[in-house]
């Protein structure tokens, strides 16, 4: 069972039908079972009933996530693949000693995928969907897999299986879901 | 609310109103039937719909030019701030990455919340969420092959959707009509206070094109 962690600003809000629904919505239609969970109500006992995390992504206003980073050191000593998309990769970041940066960015871009992963493939090109405004440093250890080290659109820890990236893989490129719910 | 009269703005309202207050729907008239932002037929009689619903509707007009267009949906929302202090924009849109990122750009801009409650729903589960939720629409528009003119003025039906779904593997059309493929107009809905009856209508149709443009309506209690 996969979980996704909703990140929007309180529980139920009227944004996790825009965030967290297409994300369960493809992935239940892919065969996946999936549950969702608010960040506030996350413990690192409930975890135990997961295989795979996917921290979902927040509306361009919503950042009451990064103020409350401490809820999610659970991610440090965590074995399960985990998943960060836009507020979800931001928070990766942070656990893992990057910074929280603005890099605003609305609407389709060219991403260059530059090396192979589980996650992506093969390195080539993509269109995503950017809805942002801030972005990410790339952590010590980390893996740039998508972007420059100016404009980080991917990465992965390199070790363990946990990866983020900062474009909205339910518009256009929701293979990337599929794939790292294959992992 | 960005408010069209059509079912994605009037369920993206219902959804924002099940969540938040809603202060003021937004209607965009605009003169260019082709236009890319806002959905034409019938949205005159937004007015109505507001009044069957309880909310205040702020009509603004548009010439529906590509990016002038914009501009008149920036100074709708800015009017709609300074009148009803409104917080957030909510949008109807669905796939449309060209509509939503522009709204999205335009909130940004004015320091505005963006929600957009149907982003990259299941087309098929919606329209049957619909009927399931009580709303009653019909197809105000069509602008696509293979659709002919029975369509206009139907009410959505279980065994409409069930030929949109068959349309939509024969021809890849877009179920929901986000595509342009066809328009609707709804006449009730549980957000609706009273229910919105036609009296008098007009078709109009030629080669896969048509509009159903209603004349005459009236509010019936419920």
Known sequence: MILLVDLCYEKNSLSHYEFVHPIASHLNSSGFVCRITHFTDVT???????????????????????????????????????FGICAGMQIISA???????????????????IRDSPLFGE?????????????????????????NRGVVEAFWHGVRPIFGIIFHPEVRNRWILARFANL | MLFSGGKDSVFACHRAMEKNEVACLITLVSENEDSYMFHTPNVR??????????????????CGEKEEEL?????????????????????GAIESVYQAARVQKICRSLDLW??????????????????????????????????????????????????????????????????GELETFVLDGPLFKKRIEILKASKSYDSYRGRFDIKEMRLVEK
């Not at chain 2, 149907?118 to 069509?142: A, K, N």
């Open chain 2, 71 to 91: 501009q008149d949906l920036e100074a709708a929302i800015v009017e709609a701030r300074e009148r009803y202090c409104i917080q957030g924009v909510v949008t």
């Open chain 2, 114 to 179: 963006c929600f957009n409650p149907l982003w990259q729903i299941d087309q098929m589960e919606y329209l049957r969420l619909l009927l399931s939720e009580g709303f009653r629409v019909i197809i105000s528009g069509v602008f696509a092959c293979p659709f002919d003119s029975s369509w206009l003025g139907a009410e959505l039906t279980n065994d409409r959707i069930e030929e949109l779904a068959t349309l939509q593997k024969k021809y890849q059309i877009n179920p929901s009509g986000e595509g």
């Open chain 1, 95 to 113: 656990v893992f000693g990057g910074k929280i940066v603005p890099q605003p960015s609305i609407g389709l871009e060219r991403i260059k995928i």
């Open chain 1, 123 to 147: 390195p080539r090109e993509i269109e995503g969907y950017h809805l942002h405004n801030f972005g990410v440093t790339l952590p010590e250890d980390f893996l740039l897999l998508a972007g």
């Open chain 2, 45 to 62: 009689c937004t007015d109505l719909q507001a009044k069957a619903m309880g909310l205040p509707l702020l009509s603004w007009p548009t």
């Open chain 1, 44 to 82: 690192r006992d409930a975890l135990d009933l997961y295989d795979k995390i996917i921290l979902c992504g927040t509306a361009l206003k919503d950042n009451y996530y990064a103020e409350r980073l401490e809820l999610f050191s659970w991610m440090k000593d965590c074995d399960k693949p985990v």
